[in-house]
């Protein structure tokens, strides 16, 4: 069983910051990328914002130079630091943990995200 965790959603002003955190537990065998996904009202589950088990990162054209991911592998953590926010950046964060060369994935129960314009 693998759990996660996510932490720092919340109302921010746009123009603002906010820190999302998500910690993975559980039985995780393989290496693991860890990634951010949204969802909006009315809209598709999109991608934020992915760092792969080597460190690599890919982002959402619509987030790159305000989001950044990180993550530490010791505590299986995965960090999105987002700035200037939008409004259209409102949405549901879900964290994802996709354990490599297998079917596995995993989703956090979502943080929600309201940027007041």
């Known amino acids: 069983q693998v759990r996660l965790v996510e932490s720092g959603g919340g109302l921010v002003q746009a123009g603002g910051s906010l820190r999302l955190s998500c910690s993975a537990s559980?039985?995780?065998?393989?290496?693991?990328?860890m990634g951010w996904y949204r969802q909006a009202p009315g809209k598709q589950r999109e991608l934020v914002a992915i760092?792969?088990?080597?460190?690599?990162?890919n982002y959402a054209d619509s987030v790159k130079g305000r989001f950044t991911i990180s993550r530490d592998n010791a505590k299986r953590t995965v960090v999105l630091q987002m700035n200037s926010l939008k409004s259209e950046d409102t949405a549901v964060y879900y964290c994802?943990?996709?354990?490599?060369?297998?079917?596995?994935?995993?989703w956090g129960q979502g943080t929600q995200v309201t940027v007041s314009s």
């Open positions: 760092i792969t088990s080597g460190g690599s990162s």
């Open positions: 994802n943990v996709h354990e490599t060369g297998t079917s596995s994935s995993y």
């Open positions: 559980g039985n995780i065998f393989r290496p693991i990328d």
